[in-house]
């Protein structure tokens, strides 16, 4: 069935460092791609999505690339703050009838001053 | 933007009791609504899949009748506990599409219930 692996976490890095977090995805076909965010005690806020191959999501300085040939949409930011330190959900979605998430396991990311 | 907002944040309550959550699109009219449970540092199980007047979806494994989801109204879906005992403590999060996801979804901001 189709599925989202994330990289494990916690991923802890210092205040201006790259960031990457890696998703795989496995699904027959060309679902959408969400990246979601987590802070702690919160629900989740979507944070950007791609929905077709090569497209690119972007937001508050973050991004991924839907990449079809690897199957993969790894979250990308150049220099990470202390308040994005959260936890980091991949998903995919069918644009069918359920259209229901199906997500990652989570990746934590502590940014130390 | 959209706004989905859960109630009660927290509750704790009785092992046996019954505990409903509420989860009300503010400013949008939610087609489909998914309740989904989150256990401590882990990812997001869905439970189930609800349409404004009809009968919930659950997924595998999520009994239905411990579980019980109303989607009365297009603003409002609501999960209850039933007979709660301390399995059932965790992390609820709601979620709502105004399309069956088509068009996004947005999120609760989560209750946190606790039976004792």
């Known amino acids: 069935g189709d599925s989202v692996t994330q990289m494990e976490g916690p991923v802890t890095l210092s205040e201006e460092a790259f960031l990457t977090i890696n998703c795989t995805y496995t699904a027959t076909g060309y679902p959408s791609l969400f990246w979601y965010v987590q802070y702690p005690g919160e629900g989740l806020q979507l944070l950007l999505k791609a929905t077709k191959a090569d497209d690119k999501g972007s937001n508050k300085g973050f991004e991924a690339t839907y990449r079809k040939e690897t199957t993969s949409f790894h979250l990308e930011k150049g220099s990470v703050q202390v308040s994005d330190s959260a936890v980091y959900f991949c998903?995919?979605?069918?644009?069918?009838?359920?259209?229901?998430?199906?997500f990652g396991s989570g990746t934590r990311l502590l940014v130390r001053p | 933007g959209a706004v989905v907002s859960q109630h009660p944040s927290r509750v704790i309550c009785k092992s046996g009791t019954s505990v409903k959550i509420e989860c009300r699109s503010l400013?949008?009219?939610?087609?489909?609504m998914f309740w989904y449970r989150q256990f401590p540092k882990q990812s997001l199980m869905l439970m189930a899949t609800?349409?404004?007047?009809?009968?919930?979806?659950?997924e595998q494994g999520v009994e239905k009748d411990k579980f019980l989801i109303n989607h009365a109204s297009l603003t409002l879906s609501t999960l209850t506990v039933t007979s709660a005992h301390p399995e059932d403590s965790s992390f609820y999060i709601c979620?709502?599409?105004?399309?069956?996801?088509?068009?996004?979804?947005?999120f609760g901001s989560g209750t946190r219930l606790t039976v004792v």
């Open positions: 998903a995919l979605s069918w644009m069918d009838s359920s259209y229901k998430l199906i």
């Open positions: 609800s349409n404004e007047g009809s009968k919930a979806t659950y």
């Open positions: 979620s709502a599409s105004p399309g069956k996801g088509a068009y996004g979804y947005t």
């Open positions: 400013d949008f009219q939610a087609t489909t």
